[in-house]
């Protein structure tokens, strides 16, 4: 309508000399009528026409480019702030992720580093512990005497407490794979369960377990898995130790080519600025804070879960409980032989 209503008027405009010509008085004398001239006339309006609509072609490409540009530049400026908050955000990925693997570097290094040192303290100090354990366990058997009785069972308690971690110092010192093979994750966690209720026979706590539906296989091995899941729950039953309703969780899922477990418990929780040293050896808090389990048991853990290509970690809110994840390479399903699963599953 617009484009219509400007040609118009410059049609309009270029017909103005010709009505003028044709209809203003002028003096014979000094100029003369000539159908020529009112010719020249129309023509020079219908080239002002011509003219006038090309530039006006010209003009609305011209508008055309520059709205076009202006987009592009919208659009430009748009994808510009996309593309640099992506880059942010993979910047922030990768330094977290280098972050990560640098403290996974150090513990391992403080790991390899202790490992040497305790492996031969522990073959050293494994023997006459044995041979004080076995000589406290005949002398209670022979003597019926309260007091020695009582003394003699004192010094049995604590040499089992020093050959566990004996145990525990000899799996640090030891975590190259041995004998692997496909295991059912839900047979071994029935076996960490089962080993460490007993152990621990005086602790009444409720294990809720949410398995998944189907077999989830990993390849390792028996003893070494088992022991680090173990050592996981046995930290879970001691954060419950002053829990008035002491609540166990185990869960296992399947994502994406991983075996995830879930190990939680409804103890007090770990303060922020604590969890990130949980999995250090011999780890404690000063005198006074939180403490967490002070000695090998989640160490040991990591590295056998490590060894075994996996990850470990924990997560905790104060007052809430503490839940430890645990990924491991899913195995195929196929691979699993029954006859080589470590326990019968039950749920």
């Not at 977290?96 to 790991?111: F, G, Y």
């Not at 939680?264 to 967490?292: A, C, H, K, N, W």
């Amino acid at each position: 309508m617009r484009r219509h209503a400007t040609a118009f008027t410059l049609a309009l405009l270029a017909t103005v000399p010709a009505v003028v010509y044709a209809t203003v008085p002028y003096p014979s004398l000094e100029r003369g009528r000539s159908p020529a001239g009112l010719l020249l006339i129309v023509l020079a309006g219908a080239l002002s026409i011509l003219i006038a609509c090309s530039l006006q072609g010209q003009l609305r490409r011209l508008q055309s480019e520059l709205e076009a540009e202006r987009e592009r530049k919208v659009r430009f400026e748009a994808h510009s702030r996309e593309m640099y908050r992506e880059l942010e955000r993979k910047l922030e990925e990768r330094t977290a992720e280098l972050r990560r693997e640098r403290d996974i570097a150090v513990r391992t290094e403080k790991l390899i580093s202790l490992g040497r040192l305790v492996g031969g303290v522990a073959h050293e100090l494994n023997n006459p512990l044995m041979a004080i354990l076995g000589e406290a366990m005949i002398l209670r058997e022979r003597h019926s005497t309260p007091e020695l009785s009582r003394g003699l069972r004192v010094i049995e308690q604590q040499a089992r407490r020093c050959a566990d971690l004996i145990r525990d110092l000899a799996a640090f010192a030891s975590l190259e794979q041995r004998k692997v093979q496909p295991l059912d994750v839900h047979a071994l966690l029935e076996g960490a369960l089962a080993q460490v209720a007993a152990v621990a026979p005086g602790r009444e706590v409720k294990v809720v377990r949410h398995y998944w539906q189907e077999p989830l296989v990993v390849n390792g091995n028996l003893e070494q898995l088992q022991l680090a899941l173990a050592n996981v729950i046995d930290n879970a039953y001691r954060a419950m130790a002053d829990s008035p309703a002491p609540q166990l969780t185990v869960r296992s899922r399947h994502e994406a080519g991983w075996v995830r477990v879930e190990i939680s418990d409804t103890g007090s929780g770990i303060e922020p600025d604590v969890l990130p040293y949980i999995f250090d050896p011999f780890y404690s808090r000063p005198q006074g804070g939180m403490r967490p389990g002070a000695g090998l048991g989640l160490s040991v853990a990591l590295g056998l879960i490590r060894a075994h290509g996996g990850r470990i970690e924990a997560t905790s809110h104060l007052g809430q409980g503490t839940t430890v994840s645990i990924d491991l390479p899913l195995a195929d399903l196929r691979m699993l032989v029954p006859e080589e699963c470590p326990a019968e599953r039950s749920l």
